[in-house]
């Protein structure tokens, strides 16, 4: 009934840049908080960015001032502008989004995530 789906991920060398992007969709009748988590092989899942339905914004500490996250309302998509990419990046990047469906509570959604590697 609800899909989270990503896309923008792939291959750039260190201090490019890349752009994820993520669509919630479906019967969807409202979203709060949308946010983009990472994990690497090995580590635990950690958060990169959240951003809240009024635009509030938080990132984790490692990626200040470098990642941009960005949302659209009237579409349910969120975008994480990643500049200045390191080696220590590379992770498989989800979304997530906090949706309300009428008849249910709030549900936390997550996407099958997208590769990012960068080569040093």
């Known amino acids: 009934q609800v899909q989270v789906v990503e896309s923008g991920g792939g291959l750039v060398q260190a201090g490019g840049s890349l752009r994820l992007s993520c669509t919630a969709s479906?019967?969807?009748?409202?979203?709060?908080?949308m946010a983009w988590y990472r994990q690497a092989p090995g580590n635990e899942r950690e958060l990169v960015a959240q951003?809240?339905?009024?635009?509030?914004?938080r990132y984790g500490d490692s990626m200040k001032g470098r990642f941009t996250i960005s949302r659209a309302n009237t579409r349910n998509t969120v975008d994480l502008q990643m500049n200045s990419l390191k080696p220590e990046d590379t992770a498989v990047y989800y979304c997530?989004?906090?949706?309300?469906?009428?008849?249910?509570?709030?549900?936390?959604?997550w996407g099958q995530g997208t590769q990012v590697t960068v080569s040093s």
């Open positions: 997530t989004a906090k949706i309300f469906r009428l008849g249910y509570t709030w549900e936390d959604y």
């Open positions: 479906g019967k969807i009748f409202s979203v709060d908080t």
């Open positions: 951003i809240t339905s009024t635009g509030t914004t």
